[in-house]
């Protein structure tokens, strides 16, 4: 579940300003309209979309963007020794492209001086590092502020990455 890595992303980067969460699937989403901490503020806006309709969901835009997408659950291996067996490469570069697109939709909507936060749960660099290097490469707009790979962070152990950062006015 995503929810004790939000609420903390949540508590520690959002508090004064209003607060977009996107979520990719349908039980995350139903979750997060559930919990009594994000239902009861008023600053928080929660949605439900594909990667690539992100601007047509959202159509004004935002200081602060939580994009919380699918992952490989990498860090299930710790309790599906099987997980290796079960994973398959082409799924992985399905999964790495929602990702890079959700990053790419998302930059359109974040405002100037705005963050976005990504977060995934996983430890493969592949969906963690690599993703937001690319991101980087790719949009000069925004600066890396501070990425964190965290373990256990809830009763089920789970992992989670997270990279904060901050798209800058270019006045040149």
Known sequence: SSVPVYRELVTRFGKNI???????????????????YLK????????????????????????????????TNFDLFRVFPDYFLRCKQDELDTIINEQNTLL????????????????????NKKETKNVINNFLSSHKDFILLEENQLFSFDDNHSIAYYAVMKKEVNND
């Open 40 to 71: 009861n503020s008023n600053k928080i806006k929660i949605y439900e979309s594909n990667p690539s309709m992100i601007k047509s969901c959202i159509s004004e835009g935002v200081d602060l963007f939580f994009a919380l997408p699918r992952s």
């Open 104 to 123: 790419d939709q998302s930059s359109l909507i974040v405002n100037d001086n705005g963050y976005l936060v990504y977060a995934v749960f996983t430890l």
């Open 18 to 36: 209003q607060l977009d969460i996107l979520f990719l699937t349908f039980q995350d989403y139903y979750k997060a309209k559930k919990d009594y």
